[in-house]
């Protein structure tokens, strides 16, 4: 991997205070893998809590809201999650796209909002199995991306996109190194298409059944900078043999 990688743990809607001990565990064995990027996207309701168990790890948020602030009850804004202490926001999972009907254009400001205030930012894409059957995945991918994509970007150094395949999510299937290779490329092609030589310090991740066995033939593949982990980051001894694999392709 040519950029430090990336490794950020999804926990979706897991955890209450019982599994802060799984992020102290992450961040002080992280302490010793500096060669590695790591953070841990908790519930909203966990943010200023793994923080203070945490100081000096990244901790992230899994969604903000498209506006900045507003009536929408029961919604979290990029200010809010930052003032609990996320310097890193998830926007555009394929589970709030697909259940929740979030649209590019959602996503776009909320990616737009996240980074102007500071947030690290990880804009999520990816196919159907659908799709994929139909052999157009290359370019619904594309196209999700294009207009996901902020216009702006103040500092291209906080985003970083993650490929994940609807399919592979939870599933235990993952795409060919082939596939993983080539839509990586791809999406390397859209952003350097937008912002130039600004997209060369974006990352771009692999998202979908990561786990322990199979994070290092990922981590090999052209184009991979890292790995979005929701099932695998739950535990600390499922998530760092993934740490590991990442730290150890960067010797390779
Ligand atoms: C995710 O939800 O972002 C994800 C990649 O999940 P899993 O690792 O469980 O497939």
Known sequence: MAKRPFVAG???????????????????????????????????????????????????????HHEAKGAFTGSVSVKMVKDAGAKLTIVGHSERREMLGETDAQV???????????????????????VRETGQALNVVAQQLEASLPDRVTAPIHLSIAYEPIWAIGTGKVPSTGDIGAMHGRIRQVLEQRYGDGAASIRILYGGSVKGSNAKEIFAIDGVDGALVGGASLEADDFMPIVHAAAAGVKA
């Open 10 to 64: 999804n926990w979706k809607m897991h955890g209450t205070r019982a599994e802060l001990g799984q992020v102290t565990h992450v961040s002080i064995e992280t302490e010793t893998i500096p060669e590695v990027l790591v953070a841990l996207c908790v519930p909203a309701t966990l943010i200023t809590r793994a923080v203070s168990a945490s100081p000096g790890f990244l901790i992230g948020a899994q969604d903000v």
């Open 108 to 130: 776009r400001a909320k990616a737009e909002l996240a980074i102007d205030e500071g947030l690290k930012t990880i804009l999520c894409v990816g196919e159907s199995d659908k």
